[in-house]
């Protein structure tokens, strides 16, 4: 059984940054070549792509919407993927989830939901104009 806990959401002022963190357990995160992304859901809206990384770390892709703005990391040794959100507007305000791909080969990257095995519960970000 795999499981993702995201944490570091939070209140923040537009123009401000948060790091999100997604931690994976219940298995070798490494070892089981699990690709990852982050997506958001903002109420009354359907969840999308944020952002997604290969099981190596490279390649990695993110949404035209936060191109340039947020960045997606990942430490196999801490079983931990990271998403860095700087610039932050309102429109960034959602919930945000991380995502496991098992079984993924090759240096693949992911961008829909139902390419995605595992997911977090999520965690708030709220950005105030």
């Known amino acids: 059984q795999v499981q993702l806990v995201e944490s570091g959401g939070g209140l923040v002022q537009a123009g401000g940054s948060l790091r999100l963190s997604c931690v994976v357990s219940g298995r070798t995160f490494s070892s089981d070549a699990m690709a990852m992304g982050w997506f958001r859901q903002a109420p009354g809206k359907e969840r999308e792509f944020v952002a997604a990384i290969s099981r190596s770390g490279e390649p990695t892709v993110h949404a035209d919407s936060v191109k340039g703005r947020f960045t997606i990391s990942r430490e196999n040794a801490e079983n931990t993927v990271y998403l860095q959100l700087n610039s932050l507007k309102p429109e960034d305000t959602a919930v945000y989830y991380c995502?496991?791909?098992?079984?993924?080969?090759?240096?693949?990257?992911?961008?829909?939901?139902?390419?995605?095995?595992?997911w977090g519960q999520g965690t708030q970000v709220t950005v105030s104009s």
């Open positions: 995502a496991a791909k098992r079984g993924s080969s090759g240096n693949y990257y992911y961008t829909t939901v139902n390419q995605y095995d595992y």
